[in-house]
């Protein structure tokens, strides 16, 4: 099947805007996670949904990100008024949700967006 | 503040050799443990999960846990170039929001040359 699909792949923006990053997570997966990664950093948690739950939102470095989900389907990331700081990759992965902490994690493909 | 330690390297080793990979992390609630391995401009990909003390075997990868001294390890028999990438520990840990969240490493780099 489909794997997590990310979209655009690809996102140049002025500092200042707006954008908004998509998740598609593999069909039947409850858990959906976003990461971002900075150039030759690891994974840095933002933010987390697990079915009807309340998101965790403590990665969230700041109230300029935020992120919705509708259902247990797509998810979108935005983040207003961009700064430089906030070029990086952004990740999207998703889990089954049924197995805890021995949870495996699929990560999509990313969308790399830099901020000029 | 919950850590997750990794040698940035590079580690270099020639084909054939043992690639061992180091990881060390600071939360002592932390509850399972996973070692991805990310090409150059791919998203990182799962090679093996690891939940209690000792070691566990699959194929070329050997993933060791000691939960007292707070280390998990990757070895890696038989190096090959196509194993040349960034290898990411990652430890699920008890987020600030309550939720068993995946802190990961900055990533050790290893080149396998030929």
């Known amino acids: 099947g489909a794997g997590v699909s990310q979209s655009p792949s690809n996102k140049v923006t002025e500092k200042g805007k707006d954008v908004e990053l998509r998740c598609d997570p593999i069909?039947?997966?409850?858990?959906l996670y976003w990461y971002r990664q900075r150039l030759g950093q690891g994974l840095e948690f933002l933010i987390y949904?697990?079915?009807?739950?309340?998101?965790?939102k403590s990665g969230l470095p700041s109230d300029r990100f935020s992120a919705e989900r509708t259902g247990e389907s797509v998810s979108t990331l935005t983040i207003q008024r961009t700064q430089q700081e906030d070029s990086a990759v952004y990740l999207c992965?998703?889990?089954?949700?049924?197995?805890?902490?021995?949870?495996?994690?699929?990560f999509g493909p990313g969308t790399r967006l830099l901020v000029l | 503040q919950k850590e997750v330690e990794q040698n940035s390297g590079p580690l270099s080793v020639p084909e054939g050799a043992i690639a061992s990979l180091n990881c060390t992390y600071s939360?002592?609630?932390?509850?399972?443990f996973f070692w991805y391995r990310q090409y150059s401009g791919k998203s990182p990909e799962l090679i093996m999960s690891?939940?209690?003390?000792g070691d566990k075997e699959d194929g070329r990868f050997t993933a060791q846990l000691n939960k007292a001294s707070q280390y998990v390890s990757l070895l890696i028999r038989d190096s090959q170039p196509s194993d040349s990438a960034t290898y990411l520990c990652?430890?699920?840990?008890?987020?600030?929001?309550?939720?068993?969240?995946?802190?990961f490493g900055r990533g050790t780099s290893l080149i396998v040359h030929p």
């Open positions: 990652a430890v699920r840990t008890p987020s600030s929001g309550g939720s068993y969240i995946p802190t």
């Open positions: 069909s039947g997966h409850t858990a």
């Open positions: 690891i939940y209690s003390n």
């Open positions: 949904f697990q079915g009807n739950s309340a998101p965790d």
């Open positions: 939360d002592r609630g932390s509850q399972s």
């Open positions: 992965a998703s889990s089954l949700g049924l197995a805890g902490v021995r949870e495996t994690q699929y």
